[in-house]
């Protein structure tokens, strides 16, 4: 399993476990935004802090994630973005779309205020 997901509270945190977020494992990022979606959580949390590369089908996979809570009024958070990630994000000006944070806990206490 490349992603794992745990309820903290009211919001869901996926976790990756892969190195790379691309073609390999963007689908599957994909297919679990869509059935979160569908079971009606739109409180997420993405913690890419093993995420050391990601291509643009990575980047659609979290463009996904963050459109299907901002169109069920919920929101998305990604959290520790590596060197690399953060790089790719700003170049393609999607940090000022996306919410981000340092860590899961400072995801979680920003959400919670």
């Known amino acids: 399993m490349k992603f794992t997901t745990n309820t903290s509270g009211k919001y869901t945190v996926i976790q990756a476990h892969v190195d790379m977020l691309d073609g390999a494992s963007g689908p599957e990022l994909k297919t679990i935004f869509v059935n979160l979606?569908?079971?009606g959580i739109n409180q997420v949390i993405l913690d890419l802090s093993s995420i050391k590369y990601c291509d643009s089908s990575g980047l659609s996979?979290?463009?996904?994630g963050h459109r299907l809570c901002r169109d069920a009024s919920g929101s998305f958070i990604i959290c520790g973005l590596q060197n690399a990630v953060s790089k790719i994000i700003s170049i393609a000006q999607l940090d000022r779309v996306f919410n981000i944070k340092e860590t899961v806990d400072s995801a979680l206490s920003y959400t919670t205020v």
């Open 37 to 39: 979606n569908k079971e």
């Open 61 to 64: 996979a979290i463009l996904i």
